[in-house]
């Protein structure tokens, strides 16, 4: 009698798993379909792939550098760069900033606690450079600009 309940109870459960299972399926299914919409939706070309964003940077003039230790920046050819210059420079020493190459251009001279920003969207690949003209050798760093 004991062991006729258990067998039943034991059938239930077989049954409920069994009916759980297609419930599953249908899950890992939408998963896979889920993902699939993803990598579609990356090959029909998001703008952040290709260039063609906003990329802002923050430059800080002090101690006679750029951020430090004048890093190199990077950006995807097409994309438009906000340069954002700030001169934090403690004493009374003003800094510019050009970029050189093709279509380069440049700040008027930014004194201490004044920010300038220049914006420039490069049409050519390569490596450009960024530095302040008032003082060559110290402040010089590359600008790369993907293809
Ligand atoms: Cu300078």
Redesign the pocket.
Known sequence: MANGVAAQEMAGIARGIGRRRPVVLLGAAAAVLAAAAVVLGMAHGLPALNGGRTVEIALV?KN?KFNDTNPPLEVRRGDSLRLVVRNAEPTG?T??VIISGPGGLRTTPIVPGETQVLTFKPSHAGVYHYS?S??PGL?DGRLIVRP
């Open positions: 003039a006679l020493i800094h510019d302040c008032l003082h402040m």
